[in-house]
């Protein structure tokens, strides 16, 4: 997945090339024509930790996250629609995220929004544990509860994955191309260097190691199928994540969590026609507590989408909708949480909860 996405620095070699001639032409420009104007600097702020090394800390975070959803998946066998559906916490830690880092406040509708969400992750849970009792087949409820906390551990590292980012954006002025490619090149460097050597030394069930690397190279080269598999994947990782950066920059990272926790409904339907196609040999069953389920979902669809002001909260749980609207419409919701001058003056004392 790394490999695919450090791909992105070819283009962002071509950007910057681009950008070198436009100004050395408009350089040229200004000195055999005074009536030019010069070419105004690239930045006027010089920082001491360049923008690609501190790209190296949303890529760390990325890895762990990865590693965490893995464990769960494959560790603890969590089902993939309760994995899909729990990821649905990443809105609460990326709206907590911006809030105490990036100083942005959140009003009443938020934190309202953000309880929703939370009470569907409860009927999640909850679901998934009346079904691993009724059913003596299915994984041991310690191991699932455990797969659950691993899971929201990983939603953790991808909301200061998505705070950081959009800390990046706002004050270095990063492209997303950029992003990608470098989080991908610094993913790639610790996975070959740290995390693939461990995992060879660590024993495990896999030929005697957590992670038998040499055999994966094996398989790679007997089977040309699974070499066109691991490029499909990589492929839909770097357009997954091209896309990501795209959302983060052009909006922010609470979009970007919405649009993340909205793959769990995809996921779950998708596991249940391979479990039909399959005649019950993969995928996923119905079972009598799936409509608990399916309720956890709709609580997170609603939360989701107040927080996004898609449609108003009731009462005293929807103020501050309206001051919000506002200022995405304006575009003075600034990135690192400073209010601008139109959004003292829109936004009531009494909507804002610090």
Not at 97 to 115: D, N, T, Y
Not at 185 to 191: A, D, P, R, Y
Not at 200 to 228: C, K, M, R
Not at 343 to 349: G, I, L, M, N, Y
Request: glycine share 6%.
């Amino acid at each position: 997945m790394f490999l695919f996405m450090s791909f992105m620095l070819f283009k962002v070699r071509q950007e910057r090339r681009a950008d070198a001639a436009k100004a050395s032409e408009s350089a040229t420009l200004s000195e055999s024509d005074p009536l030019v104007p010069p070419a105004a600097p690239a930045s006027s702020t010089e920082h001491k930790i360049p923008s690609d090394i501190l790209l190296a800390v949303p890529a760390l975070l990325d890895v762990l996250g990865s590693y965490l959803t893995t464990s769960a998946l494959l560790s603890y066998k969590l089902p993939p629609s309760v994995y899909q559906l729990m990821s649905g916490a990443v809105l609460i830690f990326t709206a907590l995220g911006r809030h105490i880092f990036l100083r942005r406040p959140l009003f009443v509708f938020e934190w309202s929004s953000a309880g929703i969400t939370l009470i569907g992750l409860a009927f999640t849970a909850w679901s998934a544990g009346l079904a691993s009792d009724a059913d003596d087949t299915s994984i041991p409820k310690a191991d699932l509860f455990m797969g659950i906390f691993v899971n929201l551990l990983a939603q953790v590292c991808y909301a200061a994955l998505f705070v950081v980012e959009e800390l990046l954006f706002a004050t270095r002025q990063v492209s997303a191309a950029t992003v990608v490619g470098m989080e991908g090149l610094w993913g790639f460097v610790t996975m070959a260097v740290i995390v693939l050597p461990v995992s060879q030394l660590i024993s495990g069930p896999d030929n005697g190691h957590y992670e038998d690397t040499v055999d994966s190279f094996l398989l790679l080269a007997h089977n040309p199928w699974l070499v066109f598999d691991m490029f499909c994947y990589g492929f839909f990782c770097l357009s997954y994540n091209a896309c990501g950066q795209a959302v983060t920059k052009a909006f922010n990272s609470s979009t970007r969590s919405i649009l993340e926790a909205c793959r769990a409904i995809s996921v779950w339907i998708g596991s249940l026609l391979v479990y039909l196609l399959s005649s019950g040999r993969h995928g996923e069953t119905l079972n009598p507590y799936s409509w608990l389920e399916l309720l956890g979902f709709c609580f997170l669809a609603a939360g989701s989408l107040a927080f996004n002001s898609v449609f108003r909260l009731p009462g005293v749980f929807g103020k501050g909708m309206d001051a919000r609207a506002a200022q995405r419409a304006a575009g003075t919701e600034d990135a690192i949480g400073k209010a601008k001058d139109v959004e003292a003056a829109a936004t009531p004392a009494t909507d804002v909860l610090e």
